[in-house]
C-alpha cells in the first residue's frame, strides 16, 4: 500500500467504495488523513465500516469542512450529470480528484524522481501496460503495474528510487487527476468511446490529452488524426513527442502474443517508454519474445485439432474488433452483446476476411442485417456455447491451413455478463469443453 502522507492532517470525503475506493481510504487513513467515506449503496459503506475503516454520511455533511472530494472513477464528474457529490462540493468550492491524483502528489511529496510511466489510449493500453512492465521486470528492474489494470494504484508499494510504477489510466481517471506529471505518458489512439461520460470527442480528447501534457517524455500514436492533432500541438508546446505507429518497422517474430499490426503499435509504445527510461534495445528486444499476453486480448487457447482459437472478449467496440479482424487472412468470427453506437458498419472493409460470422446476445438479429447486406454468411447462435460449437465444426472442415475461431464481439458484454473478463471464460470453458 501507499500511504497517502501529502494528505495528513487534511479532512477528505470519498465518495465511492469499490476497490479503488477502499484502496483509497486505506491509503489516506494511513497517511494521517481525517476521512468520511461513503456510497450510495448501503451494503458498500457497511463492507467498509466491518473493516473499520471511517465512514459517514455524506448526504448530512458540511462540504465547506472538507479539503478534498475524492471520487471513485465510476462516478460520473460531469456527464450524463454530475453526481450529487460533485455538485455539492463544487458549490463549496472543493478540489474534486481521483487515486491516480493522491499517487502524483505522495510521488512528488517523498520520492519525486522515482520513474513513473502512465498509458492510456482508447485501445491497446492494457496490453501496452503489461508489456511494459514485462520489458521491465524481464531485465531485473522493481515495478510496480496497477491502475485501470489489476491493482489499484494506492493499494501498490510507494513511490521510491529505483521502483518504477507503470499504471493504466482510463479517461475517467485522468479527469480527476489534474496534475498527472509522469516520466513517460503514451497515448496510443483515440476513437469513439466513452462520449455518455465526456459529452464530445473534443473533451475525450483533451481529457487524454492531459496524461502526456505533463510527462517528461510523451510517446503518441500517429495512426488516427486526433492523435495526430495532439502530438503537434504537444511538439509545438515543446514537449518531447516520441511518434509510435501500427506502421512502425519492428522485429519480433516468434512473439505469438503480439499478432496484429495493433500490437505493432504497442510494442512501439513499450519500447519508447522503457528506452526513455534507458534500457538499452537489445535487452528491451529480448523481452519482446517472452511476452505472455493477456487474458481476453487476442489470447490463444488451446483446443482441439488444427483450429486456432483466439479470446478477445476485451474488443467491446468495433474499432478493437477491427484490430483483431486485420491480424488474419480468414477467420470464423463469433460476435455479439450489446451493441454501441454505430454497430458493426465501421467494420465492413473487414467483412471480405470473414469465412462465416456467429451472432450472439442482443446485437445478433441487427448485425445480422448489416451482414447480410454485405453477403457475409452468418447465423444467429445466440449463445458463446453454441457459436464456438458451430464454428468450430466449420473451421475443421476448412481447407484453411490454420483455420481461426476468433471471438472478438465488438460489442459491450452487459446483455449476458458482467464484464468482459466473464465474457471471455465463458468462451474459454466452450473452447475446453470441445476439447475433453
Request: charged fraction near 20%; hydrophobic fraction near 45%.
Amino acid at each position: 500500500m501507499t500511504p497517502a502522507t501529502a494528505f495528513k492532517g487534511k479532512r477528505v470525503a470519498v465518495f465511492g467504495l469499490g476497490g479503488s475506493g477502499l484502496a483509497t481510504v486505506r491509503s489516506l487513513v494511513a497517511g494521517g488523513a481525517e476521512v468520511t467515506a461513503f456510497d450510495d449503496s448501503a451494503a458498500s459503506v457497511e463492507k467498509a465500516r466491518a473493516e473499520g475503516l471511517p465512514t459517514g454520511d455524506l448526504r448530512e455533511a458540511d462540504f465547506a469542512g472538507f479539503d478534498s472530494l475524492v471520487l471513485a472513477p465510476g462516478v460520473p464528474l460531469t456527464h450524463p450529470k454530475p453526481h450529487w457529490t460533485v455538485e455539492r462540493a463544487n458549490a463549496a468550492g472543493v478540489e474534486i480528484i481521483g487515486d491516480i491524483e493522491i499517487f502524483c502528489r505522495e510521488r512528488r511529496a517523498i520520492a519525486p524522481g522515482a520513474p513513473f510511466v502512465a498509458i492510456t489510449g482508447t485501445n491497446g493500453k492494457s496490453t501496452t501496460t503489461a508489456l511494459t512492465a514485462h520489458l521491465l521486470r524481464a531485465a531485473g528492474w522493481d515495478v510496480q503495474m496497477g491502475g485501470n489494470i489489476g491493482v489499484a494504484i494506492l493499494a501498490l508499494e510507494p513511490p521510491a528510487p529505483g521502483r518504477t510504477h507503470v499504471i493504466e489510466c482510463s479517461s475517467y481517471q485522468i479527469d480527476l487527476a489534474p496534475s498527472l506529471d509522469p516520466t513517460v505518458g503514451v497515448m496510443l489512439n483515440l476513437s469513439e468511446d466513452h462520449l455518455e461520460r465526456h459529452g464530445t470527442m473534443e473533451n475525450y480528447a483533451a481529457i487524454k490529452q492531459r496524461l502526456v501534457a505533463g510527462a517528461g517524455t510523451a510517446a503518441i500514436g500517429q495512426d488516427d488524426e486526433l492523435s495526430r492533432a495532439m502530438s503537434s500541438s504537444l511538439e509545438s508546446n515543446g514537449v518531447n513527442v516520441v511518434p509510435i505507429s501500427e506502421n512502425d518497422r519492428l522485429d519480433f517474430a516468434g512473439a505469438r502474443a503480439l499478432r496484429g499490426a495493433h500490437n505493432v503499435q504497442n510494442a512501439s509504445a513499450a519500447l519508447a517508454a522503457v528506452r526513455a527510461l534507458g534500457m538499452p534495445d537489445e535487452t528491451a528486444r529480448a523481452g519482446l519474445l517472452t511476452f505472455p499476453g493477456l487474458a481476453h486480448r487476442m489470447e490463444e487457447i488451446p483446443g482441439p485439432g488444427r483450429v486456432v482459437f483466439i479470446n478477445d472478449s476485451k474488443a467491446t467496440n468495433a474499432d478493437s474488433a477491427a484490430k483483431a479482424l486485420a491480424s488474419f487472412p480468414r477467420v470464423f468470427w463469433i460476435l455479439g452483446g450489446k451493441p454501441k453506437t454505430g454497430g458493426i458498419d465501421a467494420l465492413v472493409s473487414f467483412f471480405p476476411r470473414v469465412e462465416r460470422a456467429y451472432l450472439v446476445g442482443e446485437a445478433a438479429e441487427a448485425f445480422g442485417r448489416t451482414l447480410g447486406a454485405h453477403d457475409v454468411p452468418h447465423v444467429i447462435s445466440e449463445t458463446i456455447e453454441r457459436a464456438v460449437a458451430e464454428a468450430t465444426s466449420d473451421a475443421e472442415r476448412s481447407a484453411n491451413a490454420e483455420p481461426v475461431v476468433l471471438f472478438s464481439p465488438a460489442c459491450a458484454s452487459f446483455d449476458q455478463f458482467r464484464n468482459f473478463e466473464e465474457r471471455g471464460e465463458a468462451f474459454r470453458r466452450a473452447v475446453q469443453a470441445l476439447a475433453g
